[in-house]
């Protein structure tokens, strides 16, 4: 059986013992129920303080839950209720685009891929959820930076690496891709991330309106693009499925 840590068992039950009983825990009460030596368990809490995981009260110095867990707590559920919602619409985009299909969300300074359809043919395809895209270069990283102001925040600070000739990588000319991807509606990424390969993608809104995600077709340029255009009829359905999951979310119509 593996090793487990310590430290982070200690901080679990500690987390575990905030949630349940009394809101709010003084240092001997923790840690006496979890038979810990005050300085240990006073350091656990500290870290945890930091972290912002766990909330100190100014006037009586006991501990309650912080409101990082919320947050987290949160974007598990809508992580999940995101992906759940969109399955049947995203497997429609592929059956009518004929093209591989995405679904991405912000995840620390990138695009983590949340589920993927595969292309409807007998090609051989290797599943990508769990992968991670870049920000600046793909369709679904333009949609997060121009809807959401914390992927927005994010791309200005991270190297925005040059993967191709194509890819825009000076902040000022990617204002000018974002400006265009809220006044249409979507974004492109041709060639940008990957020789070859062409792509677009629309936000996904929830009931509050706020940009959770966003979904877009991948292929070859020679399949997605035509006359050096992406096709009108591609660029229809990723919207009309963005505006689905949308729906179904709760946002009501955009």
Same mark, same amino acid.
């Given at each position: 059986?593996? !090793? ?15 949630? %349940? ?38 006037? *009586?110095?006991?501990?309650?839950? %912080? ?36 679904? %991405? ?76 991807? !809220? ?12 020789? %070859?390969?062409? *792509? ?6 929830? !009931? ?47």
């Amino acid at each position: 059986m593996a !090793r487990t840590i310590q430290s982070l068992e200690r901080a679990a039950a500690m987390l575990r013992l905030l949630a %349940g009983g009394e809101r709010r825990l003084g240092l001997s009460d923790v840690a006496s129920a979890l038979g810990l030596a005050k300085g240990t368990a006073h350091g656990i809490l500290r870290t945890l303080q930091q972290e912002g995981f766990v909330e100190q009260d100014p006037a *009586s110095g006991r501990y309650q839950l %912080g409101a990082e867990l919320l947050r987290l707590g949160n974007s598990y559920l809508d992580v999940h209720e995101l992906r759940a919602r969109a399955l049947v619409w995203a497997d429609d985009l592929a059956r009518s685009s004929g093209e591989s299909v995405y679904l %991405g969300v912000l995840h620390q300074q990138g695009v983590l891929i949340i589920h993927h359809v595969f292309r409807p043919d007998d090609s051989r395809q290797v599943l990508e959820v769990g992968a991670m895209q870049p920000l600046h270069s793909t369709a679904l990283g333009k949609v997060l930076c121009a809807y959401d102001p914390v992927a927005h925040a994010e791309v200005a600070d991270v190297e925005r690496e040059a993967f191709t000739p194509r890819t825009v990588t000076a902040m000022p000319d990617l204002e000018g891709v974002l400006d265009l991807t !809220r006044a249409r509606g979507w974004a492109s990424d041709v060639e940008e991330t990957w020789a %070859g390969v062409a *792509s677009l993608a629309a936000p996904i809104h929830d !009931r509050r309106r706020m940009p959770v995600g966003a979904v877009g077709v991948t292929g070859a340029v020679e399949r997605v693009c035509e006359g050096g255009e992406l096709q009108a009829r591609l660029v229809a359905a990723v919207r009309d499925c963005a505006r689905a999951v949308s729906r179904d979310l709760g946002a009501g119509r955009f």
